[in-house]
Structure formats: C-alpha cells, structure tokens
C-alpha cells in the first residue's frame, strides 16, 4: 500500500502564490506519474497538471504560465508552485500518482485525501 499526503493549502488574495507538497509513503513502490487535480464546489474533478518519471510535464490550459509542477524522486515528492491565483482557482487540490508495487508488479492509482485552497478576492 502507499499513502499520499498533501500540504501547503491556505486561504490567500487574488494574485498570491502557495506551494503544495505531496508525500508518498509505503514501502517497496516505484512512482511513475505524480499529479495534481482539484475538484471545485459544485463541478467534477479536473486535471490540473502532471509530471512522468523522466520530467515531462503536462498542465492544464487554464494554468499554464502561472501553475509549475516539480518532483524529487528522491522524497517521492511531487510539487505545485501556483502563482497568480484567482478566485476560480479555489478548489480541493488533490495529489495522484500511478504506483508500481514490487509485490505485485501491477501499477495502481493512488490519491490523497486533498488539500483546501481558497482564494478571496
């Protein structure tokens, strides 16, 4: 099993910056994709942006220029640096990642329980 955990959510103004950070913990894995998607009130849950095991990175178009998203593979660690916040912004912020599990060999997805972030006008 593998377990991620979110942080770095807040309340913050329009045009302020927040980094989130995602852990994941387990034992015997390899991560292949991290993410980040966020799920507003009353709306379905939507990629925000992800990031493969060599880098590559893909972001929504509503974020690009204002959302970066990094990992340390060394911490199983992804981040999103996201700048520019709007109020549209507000949102769960969940982190995701597609597992290997050497017990197994079968890759899995795994979420974390999310993260608040709200933005006031």
């Known amino acids: 099993q593998v377990q991620l955990v979110e942080s770095g959510g807040g309340l913050v103004q329009a045009g302020g910056s927040l980094r989130l950070s995602c852990a994941a913990s387990?034992?015997?894995?390899?991560?292949?994709?991290m993410g980040w998607y966020r799920q507003a009130p009353g709306k379905q849950r939507e990629l925000v942006a992800t990031?493969?095991?060599?880098?590559?990175?893909n972001f929504a178009d509503s974020v690009k220029g204002r959302f970066t998203i990094s990992r340390d593979s060394a911490k199983n660690t992804v981040y999103l640096q996201i700048s520019s916040l709007k109020p549209e912004d507000t949102a769960v912020y969940y982190c995701?990642?597609?597992?290997?599990?050497?017990?197994?060999?079968?890759?899995?997805?795994?979420w974390g329980p999310g993260t608040q972030v709200t933005v006031s006008s």
């Open positions: 387990g034992s015997s894995f390899r991560i292949n994709d």
């Open positions: 990031i493969n095991s060599i880098g590559r990175t």
């Open positions: 995701n990642a597609v597992v290997v599990l050497a017990t197994t060999g079968l890759q899995y997805t795994y």
